[in-house]
């Protein structure tokens, strides 16, 4: 299954920040905005994985 959100990333000086306004909590950052998307990505998983953990 495959899910999408939407990424709002912004460069802050030389970092990206990026959150996911679906998703309150998941929150990325990087030097470059392809690792400010993985490390939101892997934020988004983190905090699916726990919701689930948590529903059982």
Known sequence: ???EV???IEQDGEWFIS???E???ANGQGRT???CR???SAAIR???EDRKDSAV
């Open 1 to 3: 299954m495959r899910n």
């Open 6 to 8: 939407t990424a709002v």
């Open 19 to 21: 959150w996911t306004p």
């Open 23 to 25: 998703i309150p909590g």
């Open 33 to 35: 905005v392809e690792e």
């Open 38 to 40: 993985a490390s939101l």
């Open 46 to 48: 983190l905090i699916l």
